[in-house]
């Protein structure tokens, strides 16, 4: 039997990776990972300057990075980002699929009631995870499929297992994320290359600008009822940083993981595993 190469197991080098919302709070941190194990890295943003702010950050520590403008729910924008990319760094080797948000108006309350939530918003959160996601790997997906090789990883969520209160767009369109993330698994694998794979991140709680409202006061930063129930059923005692995604992202996009695809990987601290007992 032959010896693992160890040192080339996780290489990712030269490799240009693209990441979809590169400019959040996880999004920059999987980008400068990336970058770090020598990927070229395109950061899309659907504001450019944003983007292009955590692209410079990147080559200031020594990283190849560019920033990008993409709104994912638009075909168009896409493409063009896509071009873009190809033009900087080459053909897509690597897609990370991290846009994605919630709206308070998609949200129950105590003042708003699940009958009264904005249809719009519901559209919104559905539009920038799920379509946003499918529009991606589309695009992306079939430069990846025209050279029969890639990685594409989804960004989910605990709701991709469990439904969790207030939530309902944000819920379905992270469910809906997962069960196409394993769909396109199987139909990349038999229709275009088995060395085109497909997985997903299901991460924990993680403080980020969209569900920061929910899980700390505003004005004290106190951890708020909800918040103090989710570090309850969380093993581990903490909400996770952007630095505990990176080992994972790094897995599913090098050789380490070259018999790997449909699979969700959860990043929670061990939330999924404890039952409350």
């Not at 990441?19 to 990927?39: E, F, W």
């Not at 994972?248 to 090098?254: A, E, Q």
Request: glycine share 10%; charged share 15%.
């Amino acid at each position: 039997m032959d010896m693992l190469n160890h040192p080339t197991l996780f290489d990712i080098r030269d490799q240009t990776a693209v990441v979809a919302g590169g400019s959040g709070v996880l999004g920059s941190a999987m980008a400068g990972a990336l970058a770090s194990a020598g990927a070229l890295v395109a950061v899309l943003g659907l504001h450019e300057e944003k983007a292009r702010r955590v692209a410079a950050s990147i080559r200031e520590q020594g990283g190849q990075a560019a920033g990008f403008a993409c709104d994912v729910r638009e075909r168009a924008s896409l493409e063009g980002a896509l071009e873009q990319v190809t033009k900087a760094f080459g053909p897509p080797d690597i897609l990370v699929n991290g846009a994605g948000g919630n709206s308070p108006r998609a949200t129950t309350s105590d003042t708003q009631a699940f009958f009264d939530l904005d249809s719009a918003a519901i559209e919104q959160v559905m539009g920038v995870n799920f379509n946003g996601t499918l529009l991606a790997c589309q695009v992306f997906g079939r430069a990846m499929a025209e050279r029969k090789q890639g990685s594409i990883v989804n960004i989910v969520s605990m709701n991709a297992f469990r439904p969790l209160t207030r939530i309902p767009a944000y819920s379905a369109a992270k469910a809906a994320i997962a069960n196409f993330t394993q769909w396109l698994a199987v139909h990349m694998a038999q229709e275009y290359s088995p060395r085109i794979r497909v997985n997903a991140i299901a991460p924990g709680f993680f403080l980020t600008e969209q569900n920061r409202f929910l899980m700390m006061e505003a004005g004290s930063g106190a951890i708020t009822q909800r918040g103090q129930t989710i570090l309850n059923h969380t093993p581990m005692g903490r909400f996770g940083t952007p630095e505990d995604l990176v080992g994972t992202l790094l897995w599913l996009v090098s050789p380490a993981s070259s018999f790997v695809t449909g699979v969700i990987v959860p990043v929670d601290g061990g939330f999924s595993a404890f039952s409350g007992v």
